[in-house]
Structure formats: C-alpha cells, structure tokens
C-alpha cells in the first residue's frame, strides 16, 4: 500500500452550544471532497466510550481519566489526517495548553482555523433549550473564545448552518495555507 498524502483539518472552535457540531455535518454535506466529522463528543456523549463507573479519586475518576482521554483524543487527529483523512474538528479549546497540544500535534498538517462565533445571550438560551450540558458552560466557554483567534475566519453562529457551510466551503476552496495555526504550532 502507497503512504497515502496527508488530509487537512478543518478546526471549528467555539462555545458549548454554538452550534459546531450542526455547522460541522452541514459542511460535510456540502464539501467537494470527502471529510471525516471528528468530534469529542463522540467519545463523552453517546454512552459508549467512558466507563460508567464513577469514582471520587482512583482510576475512574474524571480528574484522572480527563487528560488522558484529551490526549489521545488530539493524537487522534494526527493519526486521521496522517493516514490521508480530512477532517472536520469539532472542538472547544478551553486552555492555553490545549491549544499548545493541537498546535504541535496538527504542524504537519493543513488546518483552516474557524472561529464559531456566538452572541452569549443566545448561547445561554440554546444551553437552556437543550439540557444536557451544565449550566454556565457556555458563558465560560465564551470568555475563552476570544482567547484563542485570531482565526482563519469566523462565521456567526446565529446564520442557518447551511449559510455558514456554504460559505465555509467556498472560502476553503479559496484559501491560500498555511493559514493562522501554523503560526500557532511555530510558537507552541
């Protein structure tokens, strides 16, 4: 078998609730080419994944199992687009850290770097609407969004999905990499 050419990654970053996970199936749709959608969310919400056993302190404790799961899950990433897949990332980076970590892990690659942006209020409403997220995510999440850009570019998370994939498709198809995360891995 021939090493296949490296995949790109589309990274959405955004709040808990701002829509990352609907823009990411919307883009997939409309992308020329095909793209594997990569969320963690896979691994913490569908119930299959995670132990259900829950300790205080030991093994099992999220304490302890977080940094482990985050850590194979950005390794993950590499091994995906390293075998020739594209990607489009669903993520919210909480720490300088993180960001760091997929900087390092992603310099290989080409990354085009997208901002999920989110007025607050709107974020709180769909953290409401939705349920199944603590409260107070997405207004922590939207003082660290600002945190980590500058992006390749930011789209509005109150456009139909649809709207931003379309434009999110064309500008892709339009870009010149490296974009903006090489720049952070150089400094990671």
């Not at 720490?95 to 770097?113: E, G």
């Amino acid at each position: 078998m021939r090493d296949p050419s490296p995949g790109s990654i589309i990274l959405l970053n955004g709040a808990s609730s701002a829509g990352k996970s609907t823009l990411a199936r919307a883009l997939q749709a409309q992308m020329e080419g095909p793209f594997l959608c990569f969320s963690l969310d896979l691994f913490l919400f569908d119930g299959k994944v995670l132990p259900k056993r829950r300790d205080h302190d030991g093994p099992y404790s999220w304490p302890v199992m977080r940094p482990l799961l985050f850590e194979g899950y950005f390794r993950c990433l590499g091994a995906l687009a390293g075998a020739g897949n594209n990607l489009i990332v669903d993520y919210i980076i909480e720490t300088h850290d993180q960001m760091n970590r997929l900087a390092s892990l992603t310099a290989p690659f080409d990354v085009f770097y997208v901002g999920v942006d989110c007025p607050l209020p709107e974020l709180e409403r769909r953290e409401r609407e939705r349920g199944d997220r603590k409260t107070g995510d997405a207004r922590r999440d939207h003082a660290n969004f600002q945190t980590f850009g500058p992006y390749d570019v930011k789209v509005d998370a109150t456009l139909p999905a649809d709207a931003n994939a379309s434009s999110l498709a064309r500008l892709w198809k339009e870009r010149l990499p490296p974009g903006v995360f090489r720049a952070k891995a150089r400094q990671a």
